[in-house]
């Protein structure tokens, strides 16, 4: 199960990852955005509509994963996760912005993958990711019994 689970969380982080890279491809920033997989394996996007172009980046992130956490009440889900384009915060880097995922399988296991980049002469380049396990957001925290 865990071995499925993991496929499903890195099939969401490449949905997500090639979307936000087709949209810097096309010249700027995005709105986060979010996916995922049903436990039918059917693939779901999901975006939040906040009816202000300047709406702050958090209120976007909050309404995905409200989403995705009745998504997973309804239909339930295998795994999920979001993606939001970010600033770095080292001034020692060379990549001033990254794309920054939340991943999440329905075990509870959730990361954060941070890919740093910068656009050369409209040439996107990525650095490393850097991968981090962090609180789940999405699932409810699993619990061992015994």
Do not use: C, W
Not at 97 to 119: D, I
């Amino acid at each position: 199960m865990t071995k499925h689970l993991h496929d499903h969380m890195q099939g969401t982080y490449q949905f997500l990852f090639d979307e936000a890279h087709r949209a810097l491809n096309l010249g700027g920033s995005f709105r986060p955005f979010g996916a995922g997989v049903r436990k039918n394996g059917e693939p779901i996007e999901t975006y939040v509509d906040l009816g202000n172009a300047a709406a702050d980046p958090q209120a976007h992130i909050g309404g995905l994963i409200s989403g995705l956490k009745e998504e997973d009440q309804r239909h339930g889900l295998m795994a999920a996760g979001l993606v939001f384009d970010g600033q770095m915060t080292d001034a020692q880097g060379a990549h001033g912005r990254a794309l920054v995922f939340h991943l999440e399988a329905a075990n509870g296991r959730a990361v954060e993958v941070v890919v740093p980049y910068e656009v050369k002469l409209s040439v996107v380049d990525f650095s490393e990711p850097v991968v981090t396990e962090v609180v789940p957001e999405i699932f409810p925290p699993q619990f061992n019994e015994g």
